[in-house]
């Protein structure tokens, strides 16, 4: 699976994800961000740990995840944003 396929394809269930929470009123939509934030700083520690080849394929992941966190967070942010005024 290509690096930025599996960027877009976090990026959908995360947005979707959060859209669902948004649509119940709840808060978790602006939480669901950060604590993957949060996964994909332990998955780098993590890929520290194994090493080799397996480590590295466990950064990207992780990095992947990091990226796909942060459009999520500027989406719904921007969104939050627009729907007040």
């Excluded at 877009?8 to 934030?37: D, E, G, R, Y």
């Excluded at 942060?70 to 729907?83: N, P």
Aim: charged content about 5%; proline content about 1%; some cysteine.
């Amino acid at each position: 699976m290509s690096y930025l396929l599996m960027t877009a394809i976090i990026t959908v269930i995360l947005i979707c994800a959060s859209l669902l929470f948004k649509i119940n009123k709840s808060q978790l939509q602006f939480i669901l961000s950060p604590i993957f934030m949060l996964l994909s700083f332990v998955l780098l520690l993590i890929s520290f740990l194994v090493g080799r080849w397996e480590g590295l394929g466990i950064g990207a992941i992780s990095f992947s995840v990091l990226i796909a966190s942060i459009i999520t967070s500027i989406v719904m942010g921007s969104s939050a944003f627009l729907t007040r005024k």
